[in-house]
T-cell receptor, first 111, second 114 residues
């Protein structure tokens, strides 16, 4: 079992729809969780951080964390073609500030 | 504000050659990291430095060495490059606080070993 797992996609969504991305992790002691967006040929860009159970909203993005079920999700509302990218889930394990990344979910937003 | 700066952006090496990837950050972060990214493998941690003067192995350290030159700079050295080290290399930095903080990435170095 991988430490951080994501569906590789591609997740195809029509413009204006909601994109829903999921991530599961294995270390129950993980403390902090991050979503990065990565355009092809570019470096990862932080879009959301979440540290406690529940929802966190920032603009069109909502991150949801459920530590009991060991998953974190990302919702992208009103999806735009510019949201087409790979979304990386990253988890900070209990010991030290080292992030473990999932393989990423590729999202395609079709006009 | 430059953030995290990596050099070079592109490099082609022949098998057995050596090179050093340079990384510098101007955010006054204590922790610095080197990751590699391969298709289908995601980002994998090579080495990290929690603070100036300390370095530790990550998930895939074989074939690499690092130097934390000072608080700003963290270099990655390939002593004898192999085709398996063809990858995109990212340097990152973060604050070092309990509970964790996000990483800030450089623009990457695309390395090809022939």
């Amino acid at each position: 079992q991988k430490e951080v797992e994501q569906n590789s996609g591609p997740l195809s969504v029509p413009e204006g729809a909601i994109a829903s991305l999921n991530c599961t992790y294995s270390d129950r002691g993980s403390q902090s969780f991050f979503w990065y967006r990565q355009y092809s040929g570019k470096s990862p860009e932080l879009i959301m951080s979440i540290y406690s159970n529940g929802d966190k909203e920032d603009g069109r993005f909502t991150a949801q964390l459920n530590k009991a079920s060991q998953y974190v999700s990302l919702l992208i509302r009103d999806s735009q073609p510019s949201d087409s990218a790979t979304y990386l889930c990253a988890v900070n394990k209990a010991a030290g500030n080292k992030l473990t990344f999932g393989g990423g979910t590729r999202v395609l937003v079709k006009p | 504000n430059a953030g995290v700066t990596q050099t070079p952006k592109f490099q082609v090496l022949k098998t057995g050659q050596s090179m050093t990837l340079q990384c510098a950050q101007d955010m006054n972060h204590n922790s610095m990291y080197w990751y590699r990214q391969d298709p289908g493998m995601g980002l994998r941690l090579i080495y990290y430095s929690a603070s100036e003067g300390t370095t530790d192995k990550g998930e895939v350290p074989n074939g690499y060495n690092v130097s934390r030159l000072n608080k700003r700079e963290f270099s990655l050295r390939l002593e004898s490059a192999a085709p398996s080290q063809t990858s995109v290399y990212f340097c990152a930095s973060s604050e070092n606080v309990p509970g964790g903080r996000p990483l800030h990435f450089g623009n990457g170095t695309r390395l090809t070993v022939t």
